[in-house]
């Protein structure tokens, strides 16, 4: 064993530890720095006062360059650069904030110099005035220049290092804990040069994350990225709203520097998704609003335990109902469709992901009875969500026998079917063109609201309706439509400048949808909170700057025309339907008009005959009376009578 001896006490002596912590010190990068900065002081002090000397016609005392006089510049010009922040960052990252810090530095060190050796020592401020003049300046370029130029030379070798390696030069937006935990895995996975953060949080300004510079609000991306050479920009702020998205992808698209972003905290409840897992900026995340606050105890309570069915499953929204009613563990899951692909596709997706499920799948049509009472005999469910529809404005603009046969009858066989077998919820998903419809399918499915409502007051069965307005990415909408388009070249088609919907994104509806479930007690219109409307032509031109074209010079923006039964704007309730806010904050109650039953029923059973026949025009004179709304859009001006309905008391 080694044994030292201990030395003598002593003001000269000091222990191993204390000559470590020197060394420590000596040897620290910032060390060099600011025994080079001290050392650029005195150059710049002594060399201005022996130019000075040469050129000045009086003679300037000899204590100008005395060790008094250096000192005193020493202190005060090294406590003045420290105070201004110069050593928080790196050469390597050396910016104009630094040479603005440097500058500022320089000057009020000056001053205080000046000031200070006049009043110490005893001259003339008027003989200090070329100092004054000519010290800041020089101090200026010497400790400037040599940061940038080590920078210029770092980012040289880097950039030439990284070209042959195939490395990314990253910014990072978001300094937070998610760009925090971002810059970790990008380094452990390689590939990737975190040079900085850009934080829109004051706080953080000149601040280091894991040794990496904060550059800076992220509005400076473009200059930024500009000077730093950067070839991709990462969005890391999951828990961003839709406008703050909007306003930062903007940014990013004004940069012409690619960019990607973070999972969304939604994405990130997955167990497939990681905060390394980088994607594309998608129209979801623009549009989509804050993150839907669920009352997941009372979800839970009313559906674990009980045997759910879902119409339409393989559909957009029956499909995202099928993955989260899955995740809380009802006792069994029934799944009718009648595409066999979207019928195997959630069969397989469900089977692979919850091997627990007791899951069925059913390949049948809702309009046949046979079928419809073969499942809901045989499984007994306790909950029915209904969203089997035909839902494509256009072509049903022109097949009014087909909307009526699904939307109507359909809906008629699965509510009857559960009335008789003692279902204990019955959810019609709807939509906003069921209110004032100038179309088909608004008006089937306004139809399907009205028989609902009158059979909730009949039966045992709870049924409420849940309506909303247009899914973002769901089959057959406008944002598969404009992708397919940007992607053959263009142009994108819209029917009028002026026309907007109401969108929402699949997840949040098909939450909203459960939540609505579980709040009704029979009879409910529950209205979503779909937010403000979305103009169709801003829409197009967020996903042709996506898709990294730039509209009008890229891809065309055309438009052809409103399309008929397609109105400029639609609404979520009807004017005779007061409505008023529910215990949850995205949901609102709408209290709806009600139907006379018997002549309802009546005109529902001659309409049951003419789709037997094919009779479109009796179908269409049908629909007309029992949507007078309908006679607004042109589609029939006959004035025959129409089934009686009122406000609700």
């Not at 919820?425 to 089937?444: E, H, Y």
């Not at 307005?469 to 088609?493: A, D, R």
Request: proline share 4%.
């Amino acid at each position: 064993m080694l044994v030292l001896n201990k030395p003598e006490a002593g003001p000269a002596c000091y222990s191993e530890v204390d000559m470590r912590r020197i060394i420590d010190l000596l040897s620290h990068p910032r060390a060099a720095v600011v025994a080079h900065d001290f050392f650029m002081i005195m150059v710049a002090w002594l060399t201005a006062g022996w130019l000075i000397e040469q050129t000045s016609p009086t003679e300037l005392s000899s204590t100008s360059s005395t060790v008094t006089g250096l000192l005193i510049v020493l202190v005060l010009q090294g406590g003045v650069l420290w105070a201004t922040g110069l050593y928080k960052g790196l050469w390597r990252f050396a910016s104009f904030q630094d040479m603005w810090n440097i500058a500022r530095a320089c000057a009020f060190g000056t001053v205080l110099t000046v000031a200070t050796e006049a009043l110490t020592l005893g001259f003339s401020v008027s003989h200090w005035l070329p100092v004054i003049l000519i010290y800041p300046v020089m101090l200026f370029v010497l400790l400037g220049l040599p940061r940038m130029c080590y920078r210029f030379w770092k980012d040289s070798r880097l950039i030439s290092s990284n070209s042959q390696k195939g490395v990314k030069r990253v910014l990072i937006l978001g300094a937070g804990r998610s760009g925090a935990m971002l810059e970790k895995e990008l380094r452990r996975r390689g590939g990737f040069d975190v040079i900085g953060f850009l934080d829109d949080d004051k706080r953080l300004r000149g601040a280091q994350v894991h040794g990496i510079p904060v550059l800076g609000s992220i509005d400076r991306l473009t200059r930024v990225g500009l000077d730093q050479q950067v070839d991709l920009a990462i969005i890391a702020v999951p828990s961003a709203t839709n406008l703050q998205m909007q306003h930062i992808v903007e940014i990013c698209e004004l940069s012409e520097i690619e960019f990607r972003t973070l999972p969304t905290l939604q994405d990130l409840g997955s167990q497939a998704t990681r905060i390394g897992d980088l994607k594309r900026v998608v129209i979801d995340d623009l549009l989509g609003r804050d993150p839907v606050s669920l009352e997941w105890e009372s979800i839970r309570e009313g559906l674990v335990g009980k045997r759910v069915m879902i119409t339409g499953g393989g559909g957009s929204i029956g499909s995202e109902l099928c993955r989260q009613i899955a995740r809380l563990n009802p006792v069994e899951l029934i799944v009718i469709d009648h595409s066999e692909y979207s019928l195997y596709r959630i069969d397989h997706e469900l089977r692979s992901e919850f091997h627990d499920l007791v899951f069925y799948s059913v390949l049948g049509d809702i309009c046949d009875p046979a079928t419809v009472e073969k499942v809901i005999g045989e499984y007994r469910p306790d909950v029915i969500f209904h969203a089997a529809a035909y839902k494509h404005l256009p072509i049903l603009q022109t097949q009014i026998r087909e909307a009526f046969r699904n939307n109507v009858f359909g809906t008629m066989r699965v509510a009857e079917a559960a009335e008789r077998h003692d279902v204990g919820t019955f959810v019609l998903i709807s939509t906003d063109k069921a209110v004032n419809p100038a179309n088909i399918m608004g008006a089937t499915k306004r139809v399907a609201e009205m028989y609902c409502q009158n059979m909730n007051a009949r039966s045992q069965t709870r049924f409420i309706t849940v309506r909303f307005g247009n899914v973002l990415n769901s089959n057959g909408s406008v944002v598969p439509l404009f992708q397919e388009q940007i992607s053959k070249g263009g142009p994108v088609t819209v029917t009028h400048p002026e026309i907007s919907r109401y969108f929402m994104t699949i997840s949040e509806a098909s939450q909203l949808i459960m939540q609505s479930a579980v709040l009704g007690s029979g009879g409910e219109i529950y209205v979503l909170d779909m937010g403000e409307p979305v103009n169709i032509t801003y829409l197009a031109e967020h996903l042709i700057r996506l898709a990294g074209k730039e509209p009008g010079r890229d891809i065309e923006i055309i438009y052809t025309g409103l399309r008929p039964g397609e109105k400029l704007f639609e609404q979520l309730f009807h004017e005779l339907e007061p409505y008023e806010q529910t215990t949850h904050e995205k949901i609102f109650l709408a209290h709806p008009r009600e139907a006379n039953w018997d002549e309802l029923r009546a005109e529902l059973r001659k309409s049951e005959l003419a789709v037997r026949r094919y009779d479109t025009g009796n179908l269409q004179k049908a629909l007309l009376r029992l949507v007078p709304e309908l006679a607004k859009s042109g589609l029939g001006t006959e004035h025959s009578k129409v089934v009686s309905i009122h406000r609700s008391r």
